[in-house]
C-alpha cells in the first residue's frame, strides 16, 4: 500500500455499528459491562477509546511500526519515552533541538537522575566517540529545529544496535510522508501530531510508534497510569488532517524549495538553511533518506541587526507572526525569544542560532503571493 493510500485506509475501515465512513467521534468517558470485567474491549476512556484505537492503528501503519500510542500533546508523547529510562541512565541528544525537548530533558527529567548530553550528531563518528556505558538512548531530530540540520538516521541506528542502545527520532519536521525512521533501524518515532500530521493548526497532540511489542507494552502502561491522553474530538482532528498530509506536505515542499531559492538570491539575506540546497553539508544523506526536504526554511540577514529582523517579521501579511509549523498556512517565527528561549543563548550560539535567526514554516498558498509577500517585508528596511 503506498502512502496516498495509506493515509486514507491504513488500520481504518467503516464503522462496523453504522457503516460510518468517517470514524465517529465517540465522546464518552465509560462504558457498559455486561457483567464484572466482561466488556466489549472498552471499560473506561483514559485506557481505551474507540477514536483514539483507530488513529493509533493509522499511525502505526504509516510509521511502518506495529504500536502507536497517543498522547494529548507532542511533550507529553516525548516525556511518556523519557520515563522508558532509569536514574543514573544517560541521553545523547543532538544540540540542535526544538527548545521544549531541551527544557523537557534539562529541567525536568535530570532531577530524576537522567542526565542529558547535547553533542553535533551530524556526523555519526562523533556519536560513536560520545557514548558511555551510562549511554542508553539516542534521541534525534532530523531535520533539527530550527538549524536544519540533516541526521543520518541509518548510520547512527546502526552505531547504537551494536551497543544495544534505544534510538528514538522525533519526525515532526518531516512527517512520514517524508521519511520513516523505523525503516532506518529506529525503535522508537516521536510525532507532535500538532504540526504536520494535524495540518490545520486547530489541535494539540502527540504521538509515538514503536514497532518493539515489550516497548509498546511499557508505553501504554504510561498512557493508561500517567494519565496524559488526547480526548476523542483531538483524535478525531488529526484523523481527518492525515487523510491529506500527502497532498499538504508535498506542495508544502515545492513552495519551500522556491523561497529557499528566493531568499538565496536576495541582496539582503545572509544564510539560508535548507537541506535541499548542494551546498548543505548533509544534502546527500537528505537525498537518501527523504522523500523531498521539507516545508521549513530558516535564514539570517545579511546585517546582523535585530531591528531589521523585527521589521521583516512585523512586515508580513501571509506569514503569520506565531508559533508552531505544518499548518496549511505560512508563519514566520523567531526562535531565540519563541520556540527556543528556554535554552541558554550561549548553547543556542554553539549551533548558530542567532537573535536574529528567522525561522519559516511555508504553507501550501500560491507561492507567488508567498514571495511577494517575502519581498515586501524584505524591502521595509
Not at 529541567?107 to 566517540?129: R, W
Not at 542502545?165 to 529506529?186: C, E, H, K, M, R
Not at 514566520?332 to 519563541?338: C, D, L
Request: with cysteine; glycine share 8%; net charge negative.
Amino acid at each position: 500500500m503506498k502512502i496516498g493510500t495509506k493515509v486514507i485506509h491504513a488500520g481504518l475501515g467503516p464503522d462496523p455499528q453504522t457503516g460510518a465512513v468517517m470514524t465517529p467521534i465517540y465522546q464518552t468517558s465509560t462504558y457498559a459491562q455486561d457483567a464484572p470485567g466482561q466488556h466489549k474491549g472498552f471499560e473506561y476512556a483514559r485506557t481505551q477509546n474507540p477514536t483514539r484505537s483507530a488513529l493509533e492503528r493509522n499511525l502505526a501503519a504509516l510509521e511502518n511500526g506495529t504500536h502507536a500510542i497517543c498522547f494529548s500533546s507532542g511533550l507529553a508523547a516525548m516525556d511518556a519515552v523519557m520515563r522508558l529510562l532509569e536514574p543514573g541512565d544517560e541521553i545523547l541528544s543532538t544540540n540542535d533541538l526544538y527548545g521544549g525537548s531541551y527544557r523537557q530533558m534539562v529541567q525536568i527529567h535530570e532531577k530524576y537522575g537522567l542526565k542529558a548530553t547535547f553533542i553535533d550528531m551530524q556526523d555519526p563518528s562523533v556519536v560513536a566517540n560520545a557514548i558511555t556505558e551510562n549511554t542508553k538512548m539516542l534521541w534525534l531530530e532530523t531535520p533539527t529545529n530550527p538549524m536544519l540540520n540533516i541526521l543520518d538516521i541509518q548510520a547512527i541506528c546502526n552505531i547504537a544496535k551494536a551497543k544495544n542502545i534505544l534510538v528514538a527520532v522525533d519526525n515532526t519536521f518531516a512527517s512520514p510522508y517524508l521519511q520513516v525512521p523505523i525503516d532506518l533501524g529506529a525503535q522508537l518515532v516521536v510525532h507532535s501530531a500538532t504540526k504536520y500530521l494535524g495540518g490545520h493548526s486547530d489541535v494539540i497532540h502527540g504521538a509515538v510508534v514503536t514497532n518493539q511489542p515489550e516497548l509498546a507494552e511499557k508505553l501504554y502502561f504510561l498512557q493508561n497510569a500517567v494519565g496524559a491522553v488526547p480526548g476523542p474530538q483531538d483524535c478525531f482532528l488529526i484523523l481527518r488532517g492525515i487523510k491529506t498530509l500527502h497532498l499538504r506536505v508535498e506542495r508544502s515542499c515545492q513552495n519551500a524549495a522556491t523561497i529557499a531559492n528566493f531568499l538565496k538570491d536576495h541582496p539582503k539575506v545572509g544564510k539560508v538553511y535548507y537541506p535541499g540546497f548542494e551546498t548543505h553539508p548533509n544534502h546527500e544523506v537528505a537525498k537518501r533518506q527523504m522523500r523531498h526536504f521539507g516545508g521549513m526554511v530558516s535564514f539570517d540577514l545579511l546585517e546582523d541587526s535585530m531591528e531589521n529582523a523585527h521589521k521583516v517579521m512585523s512586515n508580513t501579511h501571509y506569514f503569520l507572526l506565531a508559533e508552531s509549523l505544518g499548518g496549511v498556512e505560512s508563519l514566520i517565527g523567531h526562535p531565540a525569544s519563541m520556540t527556543h528561549a528556554s535554552i541558554p543563548k550561549e548553547e543556542r550560539l554553539k549551533t548558530g542560532l542567532t537573535d536574529t535567526l528567522i525561522r519559516l514554516s511555508v504553507g501550501i498558498e500560491d507561492i507567488e503571493d508567498l514571495i511577494k509577500d517575502l519581498a515586501k517585508a524584505l524591502d521595509s528596511f
